[in-house]
Every structure is written in C-alpha cells, then in structure tokens.
C-alpha cells in the first residue's frame, strides 16, 4: 500500500496535487510523488504481471505521469488513482505477460505461490490452497473485469477512485466487480465474495 494512501486521505491529495503544479515549473518537484507512490505502483504491477515485468512498468508509469502531468485536473480526482490508472493502461499492453504469469501461478503448488499476489489478491478468499485455482480464474476474466477487480483488491482503490483511473462511472465499475466476483466464486467454488470495499457506488 502506498505510505501516502495510508497516512490518509485529503491532505495527501492536497500535497500531490501541489508537488503536480508546481513540478510544471520545477520539474524536480516531481520526484516528491515518485517517492511517495513508486512502491505502490510497483507491488501493484508485481502482483500483475510478475517481478521481471514489474520495473519497467512502473518506471514507464511514473515517466508516462511526467509528461502528461499537464493535462493532470484535481478536480476530477486525487493523484493516486490517476497513477494507478496509467499503470493499468501499461499493464494493457502487457496482457500477454500478464496471462503467462497467472498460468505459471496456476501451475505453482499453493505454498509456493507468490506471498504478496496470494495474500493480497486472495486474502478474501477462505480457502488459502485455493492460489493456483484463483490465478488461473483471473486469467479467464475479462481484461476490463480484472483491471476492476485487481485495483481494488490489489491497490486498495474506492469504487470512485477506480471509475477515475479507469475513466468508468461508478456505475460500470460495481457491476464489473460484482461480474469478476460471480465468475471467481464459480471457478473457485467459493461462497465468501472476493474483495469489496466499504464503500458502495453512488
């Protein structure tokens, strides 16, 4: 989790959406963010597309956010979830990579599974011998069902926060979710839901 997520909330986007500004004219103002958000960004990429992928992604991440830090609108949302949506974009272009690696978790016994992908994907999920089952059933979901699903299981992300990274309504982004968690208690034959957050949609 990101320290600044888990510091909390208002004054955090306060802080970002400044350091974003002000980086239009000091541009090293913008490693403030890089420093309070690349961990983040990495382990959420990590968990995605696994650790050989996950470097590139995040630096390509926090480059892609630099360069396009003008068009960045606070209005429209906090710093955070516009990150983690230039990184799911990213992970887009990757879905290949992203398939091989949950169907290499897949093939993985349980207690060899990637600790921070099982646990933090599948900690709602009561069976723990479940890995290789879930990642296979994350591989068979809908490439926009899984951004849903795995930025709020994976970056702890609100439903409104994901309807801005992924530039959705509300709307759309609890019916995605609520697909996802249909389809992986069908495939796991599990009756406790896969992860939710304590807010609804508006």
Known sequence: ??????????????????AIAESWHEP???????????????????????????????????????RQRRRFDPDRGAVRPWLYGIATNLIGLHRRSEIRFYRALARTPAQDVVESHEERAADR????????????????????????????????????????????????????????????RAALGETTPLPTTEESPA
């Open 1 to 18: 989790m990101d320290v600044s997520h888990a510091s909390g909330g208002a004054a955090s986007a306060v802080v970002d959406a400044a």
């Open 28 to 66: 090293e103002r913008f490693t403030e963010l890089f420093h309070r958000h690349y961990q983040g960004v990495h382990g959420y990429v990590a968990r995605r597309v696994g650790p050989d992928a996950a470097d590139d992604i995040a630096a390509e991440t926090f480059l892609a956010a630099f």
């Open 125 to 184: 999920v009561s069976a723990a011998s479940s890995g290789g089952e879930l990642a296979r059933a994350l591989s068979r979901l809908s490439p926009g069902d899984r951004d849903v699903l795995l930025l709020i299981a994976l970056a702890d992300l609100t439903y409104e926060e994901v309807a801005q990274a992924l530039d959705l309504k509300q709307g759309t982004v609890a019916s995605r979710l609520n697909r996802a968690r249909r389809k992986l």
